[in-house]
């Protein structure tokens, strides 16, 4: 079982950037679907992208609202996942989370119960 731990939230202006982090724990690290996903304060839990290991290197899905800004890349030696933010907007505010999955579909259905590990959170704030 895979155990997660985000980092790198915090306060930000509007088109400034951040770097979350989210360091997983586990020998078959490589074997998980990664994902983000974000709840901001009344809304329902969003999901933000997703990034998978293939025969063909590192595959990624961005939701509309990021693609473009948001990036998610793997260190696989470091046990680590990242999402770069860039051009944040306030609407970007939110709770992020990552989270593992040993389900296997096409990135762009992956829904939040495919997912059985969870990290803890990290708050990001866009300031406008």
């Known amino acids: 079982q895979v155990q997660l731990a985000e980092s790198g939230g915090g306060l930000v202006q509007a088109g400034g950037s951040l770097r979350l982090s989210c360091a997983a724990s586990?020998?078959?690290?490589?074997?998980?679907?990664m994902g983000w996903f974000r709840q901001a304060p009344g809304k329902e839990r969003e999901f933000v992208g997703a990034g998978s290991v293939s025969w063909n290197g590192y595959n990624t899905y961005y939701t509309d609202s990021v693609k473009g800004r948001f990036t998610t890349s793997r260190d696989n030696a470091k046990n680590t996942v990242y999402l770069q933010m860039n051009s944040l907007k306030p609407e970007d505010t939110a709770v992020y989370y990552c989270a593992a999955s040993t389900v296997s579909r096409v990135l762009s259905d992956y829904v939040a119960p495919d997912f059985g590990t969870w990290g803890q959170g990290t708050q990001v704030t866009v300031s406008s």
């Open positions: 586990g020998r078959i690290f490589s074997r998980y679907v």
